[in-house]
T-cell receptor, first 113, second 118 residues
Framework: RKEVEQDPGPFNVPEGATVAFNCTYS??????FFWYRQDCRKEPKLLMS???SGNEDGRFTAQLNRASQYISLLIRDSKLSDSATYLC??????????????FGKGTKLSVKP | GAVVSQHPSRVICKSGTSVKIECRSL??????MFWYRQFPKQSLMLMAT?????????EQGVEKDKFLINHASLTLSTLTVTSAHPEDSSFYIC??????????????FGPGTRLTVL
């Protein structure tokens, strides 16, 4: 099983749609979880951290289920500018190393007018 | 704040040459710097973790003699791809972390270096 698995996509949605991305991780010792956004040929940028209680930032809502080792990202009222690849990222905080990030392959989102 | 730069942004070289990539934290002191590699349509893969003044820790499968990492100061780390071959062509991204919550030191990514080896 891969360490971080995501829906491969691509997700092609119209403007204004709601879209949900899912992610599972294999290591139950993981402690920190994130969603990053990566535009084509650019570096990843932190979109939001994910907390057990769930958190929301504007149109973006992230959820974490530790029991199922599952993370989600919901985007409401999608905009053209949301088109990007969304990376599920887990802190590889095992083996005594802090700060290593384990990236999923990403889910590509394309928002159409 | 928390800006990380990389240089060069793009490099094309002949097979067998060495290429040096610089990663700088511009407005903070980085406790640790990380080097990642991303092949097309693949996830970012951590290559090595670098702490200032000490040897880098390489991930399994990454040749330390081929990918030389020097971390001479709290604001600069370099990655040298020695005797580059076409299969080394990739997007190399560094990140720098500064102290944060106990379980995770937030990372800030550089803009990446696209290496093409002919």
């Amino acid at each position: 099983r891969k360490e971080v698995e995501q829906d491969p996509g691509p997700f092609n949605v119209p403007e204004g749609a709601t879209v949900a991305f899912n992610c599972t991780y294999s290591n139950s010792a993981s402690q920190s979880f994130f969603w990053y956004r990566q535009d084509c040929r650019k570096e990843p940028k932190l979109l939001m951290s994910v907390y057990s209680s769930g958190n929301e930032d504007g149109r973006f809502t992230a959820q974490l289920n530790r029991a199922s080792q599952y993370i989600s990202l919901l985007i409401r009222d999608s905009k053209l500018s949301d088109s990007a690849t969304y990376l599920c990222v887990v802190n590889g905080n095992y083996g005594g190393s802090q700060g290593n990030l384990i990236f999923g392959k990403g889910t590509k989102l394309s928002v159409k007018p | 704040g928390a800006v990380v730069s990389q240089h060069p942004s793009r490099v094309i070289c002949k097979s067998g040459t060495s290429v040096k990539i610089e990663c700088r934290s511009l407005d903070f002191q980085a406790t640790t710097m990380f080097w990642y590699r991303q092949f097309p349509k693949q996830s970012l893969m951590l290559m090595a973790t670098s702490n200032e003044g000490s040897k880098a820790t390489y991930e399994q499968g990454v040749e330390k003699d081929k990918f030389l990492i020097n971390h001479a100061s709290l604001t600069l780390s370099t990655l040298t791809v020695t005797s580059a071959h076409p299969e080394d062509s990739s997007f190399y991204i560094c990140s720098a972390s500064r102290r944060g919550p106990a379980t995770y030191n937030e990372q800030f990514f550089g803009p990446g270096t696209r290496l093409t080896v002919l």
